[in-house]
């Protein structure tokens, strides 16, 4: 039984507390975004209603509020994800622009014609493009580890695919489109023994499992706030710290310099060295709330809590006659993606709307996900800790409803 | 609003046409072909047209897509079967005034009014008009062409 007292937990989510097309609200949507608890909106309205000012620059007390605020936040971030320096946490919009810094500024600089990025077939647009944008500028290539039909990587040939020419594997840690688990830490310790570096995508672990990036041993770890009950617009870049330090910046701008002249300019120290301008800093001190929030329930009940949902909520789906589970790894978390036969997934998702159930229809920012399984998209719930077994249920009824409406 | 109005738009019109779309087939010498996308969602489908002078002497579709898009298309291949170039506007422009919720005579549409119920779910229009904005696409151009709808 779940140790959280869901009850409570809801009243903290006031989203959740409403009537669409006059059913309660049934929230199975948080692979795509996550709901956000009183404690993170009201961490930032009161930044702004008290502490408003720029950060790293004025003397006066708003201005070192902000800045304590802010820096706060980097910290529970750091430990949120058991990270050794504080140095070592960028804040970005999320996981997508950390993405993008990574590509462009350890990658590129020390990539050729030729040479290799490795990703997984399972990948989000979001871990896709930004390589294959870097291999359009150098005339790199783009290797691919393959998946197999239950939606696990295949890792058959995987010390093959980690070559001499490979400057860096980037391997998502949870599958959005399929909740798939990744053996990220056996992935690396391989690519490690090729002196190859790891980035990890953890933008849809990080909500749902305790994250050790020190255990992990990956050499860049990405996520964003939005996914784990904080703002949009946030997220954090882990890297090394040596790695970092060799880094070129990725924009220029104020905060990210010591010095400027028309001569020359001296580049900030870690970790501001990678954040040019003014910061999201509500959006940082909204991220520290959300972890706060999580850290006092308890990651690992959250865990718990996400798993049990899952369980059922695949027993009960996968029971229904005419329904297919899309992704059935022996390791998931919080996505439960399906078709329903005979009916294409935006219909799916138009019926369970007027239910008042909010699931994802489509093809995830996945297209490789669902070119792979021959569909065009598939209906999606996905699970966060303050959704409840009788949510379950509508969403099984909400099967059926589409079932009876297209016999 | 609840299953009531989801009977509005899944009328058994669109129910049988998507079951069994009519004119869902190749057309080989067709003189026009438009191919339509809506990448949020994964439809994709193909219009042929077959002008003789000014009229549609046959039009036919290829694809895949939810309920709604299917038996848009089917529905619109109906239509427009031997209408004239003329027509064929003014019924694309009533299709999609009356996807907007613009007043237009119900008459002008005959059989097409069962496509009405989309203009309650906004989210849906693009998938009811994809295959008409592919249609006027091949009506524009002598050549094969893309449209997104998004």
């Given at each position: 039984?779940?140790k959280?007292d869901?009850?409570t937990?809801?009243?903290?989510?006031?989203?959740?507390?409403?009537?669409?097309n006059?059913?309660?609200?049934?929230y199975?949507?948080?692979?795509?975004?996550?709901q956000?608890p009183?404690?993170?909106?009201?961490a930032v309205?009161?930044?702004?209603?008290k502490d408003?000012?720029?950060v790293?620059?004025?003397?006066?007390r708003l201005s070192q509020?902000a800045?304590?605020a802010?820096?706060?936040?980097?910290?529970?971030?750091?430990?949120?994800?058991?990270v050794?320096s504080?140095?070592?946490?960028?804040?970005?919009?999320g996981a997508?622009e950390?993405i993008n810094?990574?590509?462009?500024?350890f990658?590129?600089?020390?990539?050729?014609?030729?040479d290799?990025?490795?990703?997984?077939?399972?990948?989000?647009?979001?871990?896709?493009?930004?390589?294959?944008?870097?291999?359009e500028?150098?005339g790199?290539q783009?290797?691919v580890?393959p998946?197999t039909?239950?939606?696990e990587?295949d890792?058959?040939?995987?010390?093959?695919?980690?070559?001499?020419?490979?400057?860096?594997?980037a391997i998502?840690h949870?599958?959005n489109a399929?909740?798939?688990?990744?053996?990220?830490k056996?992935?690396?310790?391989?690519?490690?023994?090729?002196?190859i570096?790891v980035?990890v995508?953890?933008?849809?672990?990080?909500p749902h499992?305790?994250?050790?990036v020190?255990?992990l041993?990956?050499?860049?770890?990405?996520?964003?706030g939005?996914k784990?009950?904080?703002?949009t617009?946030i997220?954090?870049?882990?890297?090394?710290?040596?790695?970092?330090?060799?880094?070129?910046?990725w924009?220029g701008?104020?905060?990210?310099i010591l010095?400027?002249s028309?001569?020359?300019?001296?580049?900030?120290?870690?970790?501001?060295?990678?954040?040019?301008?003014?910061p999201?800093?509500s959006?940082?001190?909204?991220?520290?709330a959300?972890i706060?929030?999580?850290?006092?329930?308890g990651?690992a009940?959250?865990?718990q809590?996400?798993h049990?949902?899952?369980?059922?909520?695949?027993?009960?789906v996968?029971?229904i006659?005419?329904?297919?589970?899309i992704?059935?790894a022996?390791?998931k978390?919080?996505v439960?993606?399906?078709?329903?036969e005979?009916?294409h997934?935006?219909d799916?998702?138009?019926?369970?709307d007027?239910?008042g159930?909010?699931?994802r229809?489509g093809?995830?920012?996945?297209?490789p996900v669902?070119q792979?399984?021959?569909?065009?998209?598939?209906?999606?719930?996905?699970?966060?800790f303050?959704?409840?077994?009788?949510?379950i249920?509508?969403?099984?009824?909400g099967?059926?409803?589409v079932?009876?409406?297209?016999a | 609003m609840?299953?009531a109005?989801?009977?509005?738009?899944?009328q058994?019109?669109i129910?049988?046409h998507?079951?069994?779309?009519r004119n869902?087939?190749?057309m080989?010498n067709a003189?026009?072909?438009?191919?339509?996308n809506n990448p949020?969602?994964g439809?994709?489908?193909?219009v042929f047209v077959k002008l003789?002078?000014?009229?549609?002497?046959?039009v036919s579709?290829?694809?895949s897509?939810?309920a709604?898009?299917?038996?848009?298309?089917s529905?619109?291949?109906e239509a427009?079967?031997?209408k004239?170039?003329?027509?064929?506007e003014?019924?694309?422009e009533?299709?999609?005034k009356?996807?907007?919720g613009?007043?237009?005579?119900q008459?002008?549409?005959?059989?097409?009014?069962?496509l009405?119920?989309?203009?309650?779910f906004p989210?849906?229009?693009?998938?009811?008009?994809?295959s008409w904005?592919?249609m006027?696409?091949a009506?524009d151009?002598?050549?094969?062409?893309?449209v997104?709808?998004?």
């Amino acid at each position: 039984m779940s140790k959280l007292d869901l009850h409570t937990i809801r009243t903290d989510f006031p989203i959740l507390d409403q009537q669409v097309n006059g059913y309660p609200l049934v929230y199975l949507d948080n692979a795509a975004t996550s709901q956000k608890p009183i404690q993170v909106i009201d961490a930032v309205a009161n930044y702004y209603r008290k502490d408003n000012a720029n950060v790293h620059r004025g003397v006066h007390r708003l201005s070192q509020r902000a800045t304590d605020a802010y820096e706060g936040a980097r910290e529970k971030v750091r430990g949120f994800v058991n990270v050794r320096s504080d140095k070592e946490i960028i804040f970005v919009r999320g996981a997508t622009e950390a993405i993008n810094l990574v590509a462009q500024s350890f990658v590129r600089p020390q990539i050729q014609a030729g040479d290799e990025i490795l990703i997984s077939h399972m990948e989000h647009h979001a871990n896709i493009v930004p390589w294959q944008m870097l291999c359009e500028q150098t005339g790199a290539q783009l290797k691919v580890i393959p998946m197999t039909k239950v939606g696990e990587l295949d890792l058959s040939n995987f010390d093959d695919l980690l070559t001499t020419k490979t400057k860096i594997m980037a391997i998502g840690h949870v599958s959005n489109a399929l909740g798939t688990i990744n053996p990220v830490k056996e992935m690396i310790v391989k690519a490690h023994a090729k002196n190859i570096p790891v980035l990890v995508d953890g933008a849809q672990a990080v909500p749902h499992m305790v994250v050790d990036v020190q255990d992990l041993d990956c050499d860049f770890y990405v996520f964003s706030g939005h996914k784990m009950f904080a703002p949009t617009g946030i997220g954090a870049l882990f890297g090394k710290q040596e790695l970092l330090e060799e880094m070129p910046p990725w924009q220029g701008g104020g905060d990210m310099i010591l010095s400027v002249s028309f001569e020359h300019t001296q580049y900030n120290e870690l970790p501001y060295k990678f954040e040019a301008g003014t910061p999201n800093i509500s959006g940082a001190i909204g991220m520290g709330a959300a972890i706060d929030y999580m850290q006092n329930l308890g990651i690992a009940n959250l865990a718990q809590h996400e798993h049990d949902l899952l369980i059922t909520a695949t027993e009960k789906v996968s029971a229904i006659e005419g329904v297919r589970i899309i992704g059935t790894a022996k390791e998931k978390a919080s996505v439960l993606s399906f078709m329903i036969e005979g009916v294409h997934p935006h219909d799916v998702g138009t019926i369970f709307d007027q239910q008042g159930v909010a699931i994802r229809t489509g093809h995830h920012c996945a297209q490789p996900v669902m070119q792979f399984y021959g569909i065009p998209a598939t209906a999606r719930a996905s699970f966060a800790f303050y959704n409840t077994m009788d949510e379950i249920d509508d969403l099984v009824a909400g099967i059926k409803k589409v079932q009876e409406l297209f016999a | 609003m609840s299953s009531a109005d989801l009977r509005d738009l899944y009328q058994q019109v669109i129910m049988d046409h998507n079951k069994k779309p009519r004119n869902f087939r190749e057309m080989g010498n067709a003189n026009h072909l438009a191919h339509g996308n809506n990448p949020l969602c994964g439809d994709a489908l193909v219009v042929f047209v077959k002008l003789d002078g000014d009229v549609i002497e046959d039009v036919s579709f290829q694809g895949s897509g939810c309920a709604i898009s299917v038996a848009s298309a089917s529905l619109m291949t109906e239509a427009l079967k031997g209408k004239t170039l003329t027509e064929a506007e003014t019924l694309y422009e009533s299709v999609h005034k009356q996807m907007t919720g613009e007043d237009i005579e119900q008459s002008a549409l005959g059989k097409l009014e069962v496509l009405s119920g989309v203009k309650e779910f906004p989210a849906r229009v693009k998938c009811a008009t994809l295959s008409w904005h592919t249609m006027h696409a091949a009506l524009d151009s002598d050549h094969d062409i893309s449209v997104t709808t998004e």
